[in-house]
């Protein structure tokens, strides 16, 4: 619902919930704290799992962070989600996934371009 995607837009003070806009669509991860007391890290196990399967789809997409933001008018991102999706106030919101067909996709960088001159590993 693309009405609903440029009313989630608004959903942080900062950063890229703006993407949401012209997004082809969005996953909103939530999850109930009175049933596990891992959600966190459950939701974001869930998150990078989806993250990396449409980057193997050849989908573009964008962890926006949910939990703990705020969003343009004052309220926590997770009641402004709440508002626009209507979900219940038992589910707890983690992190929205952006996700959409890239107008490119860069070629991959080869091992030999790598600046692991930067890298530095202290031994004890």
Request: charged share 25%; glycine share 8%; with cysteine.
């Amino acid at each position: 619902d693309r009405d609903k995607l440029i009313g989630m837009s608004g959903c942080r003070l900062r950063g890229s919930s703006r993407m949401l806009a012209g997004a082809d669509t969005a996953i909103v991860v939530i999850a109930r704290d009175d049933v596990s007391d891992t959600w966190i890290e459950d939701c974001s196990v869930v998150m990078a799992n989806m993250h990396l399967m449409a980057s193997a789809l050849g989908v573009g997409s964008c962890w926006i962070q949910g939990r703990g933001r705020d969003a343009i008018d004052g309220e926590t991102t997770e009641d402004f989600l709440r508002r626009i999706l209507q979900f219940p106030a038992e589910y707890r919101l983690e992190a929205i996934l952006s996700l959409g067909i890239p107008e490119e996709a860069p070629e991959a960088r080869s091992p030999e371009s790598l600046p692991f001159r930067k890298v530095h590993i202290n031994k004890y």
